[in-house]
Structures are given as C-alpha cells and as structure tokens.
C-alpha cells in the first residue's frame, strides 16, 4: 500500500483530472489525500499575462474559501469540497460563476454557505501561503498543480490531458507507483497544448 498525497489548486482543470483518475483507481489498495497548493501564491512577484491574470485572480479568491473551510471544519473537509466545486467548474463554461459555484458546493457537502465571504477575505492568505509552501517543500523545489507525493517522493503532475480508459486507469496508476519507487527516476514530460478533455476515450487504442 502507498502513501499518496495530491497537492492541487481547486481551480487547475489538469488537476481535476488527475485527482479525480487518482481516487478512482486507488481503491482500497493506497491511500490518498488531496491537499491545497495555490497557483496564486506560486505566482507572486512574477509577471502574469493578461491572458492569466483570471486564472490567478480565481485561484486567489477561491483558494481563500477552502483556507476557511480547512480552519472551522479541519483538513477533512478538503476534499469533499473539493469534489463537489470541481463538478461545477470543469468543464469551464463561458458563464460559469464562481461565487454560485462556491455556495453551491458548500451548500452541497453541508458546509455553512456564510463561507462565501471567505472569497473576498484577504485575512485568508497567509494560511494559503502555508499550505502552498507545504506543496513545494513536498516537491522540493518551485512546480504548479498538481504536485504528487508517493510515501514521501515529491514529483510535479501527473498532469493528464484527458482521463485514461477504463481498462488503463489501474495500470496507469501501477505504473505511476513503479516510477515513484525507483530511486534514480526524476521526471517524465512532453509538450501539451490546450484545455484537458473531462471524458475518458471512447476505445483504448
């Protein structure tokens, strides 16, 4: 069995993929706990596009809510709020609203929705900056959502552009755990442009 934490920022599409892959496939067999990292906190002091500058904004504003929620209800409460704000924003569509999608998803895992007002809240942002530093002390150096760490391993991603077919998801995550426990083994990576797709592939070919 593998200790499994998964570092992510709640508003990081790649992370809802591989969070939601994670939990899936794990089963009994592991144990795994999200934990809070913050784009946010990651970027400050670096120049954002215009382009980004929504993304940090959301990753702020939102990152404060979960800070409130971890600080009345404790680390439990993660990743059931979690869970149930990421169906509400991935996929992202061009009206989705962030303070509904936040009321509604504390709303739904019986959370107080007086937590909205956390998302305005600057009061929050230290207790942020811990967790996220708590993200990158994992990794052991400066990486983005998500950052995974297997029995104490840190490694940046597994970032996956879209969720593995059913009859992959188990050796993918086997595959996953073999890497992490070879000691000489550091990072595996290539190029990927655009959104994640939320569907698994209809074949696996």
């Avoid at 989705?96 to 929705?113: E, I, N």
Wanted: glycine share 8%; proline share 8%.
């Amino acid at each position: 069995m593998a200790e499994i934490d998964l570092y992510v920022d709640p508003i990081c599409p790649f992370a809802w993929v591989s969070a939601r892959w994670l939990l899936d496939s794990a089963g009994e067999q592991h144990t795994v706990t999200l934990r809070q990292m913050s784009l946010a906190v990651l970027n400050d002091g670096q120049t954002v596009d215009a382009d980004h500058q929504p993304m940090i904004t959301r990753s702020r504003r939102i990152g404060r809510v979960f800070a409130a929620t971890g600080k009345r209800h404790g680390r439990d409460a993660f990743t059931p709020l979690y869970l149930a704000l990421g169906t509400r924003l991935h996929p992202r569509g061009p009206h989705t609203d962030d303070d509904a999608a936040v009321a509604a998803a504390l709303s739904a895992t019986g959370l107080d929705p007086a937590l909205t007002a956390a998302l305005d809240d600057a009061d929050y942002d230290a207790a942020v900056a811990i967790a996220h530093r708590a993200s990158q002390t994992a990794l052991g150096g400066r990486g983005g959502s998500p950052i995974i760490a297997v029995d104490g391993r840190g490694f940046s991603g597994p970032v996956l552009t879209a969720p593995p077919h059913p009859s992959r998801a188990a050796d993918l995550l086997h595959a996953l755990l073999t890497a992490a426990a070879t000691p000489g083994f550091a990072a595996l990576h290539r190029p990927y442009q655009g959104p994640p797709a939320f569907t698994a592939p209809e074949d696996d070919r």
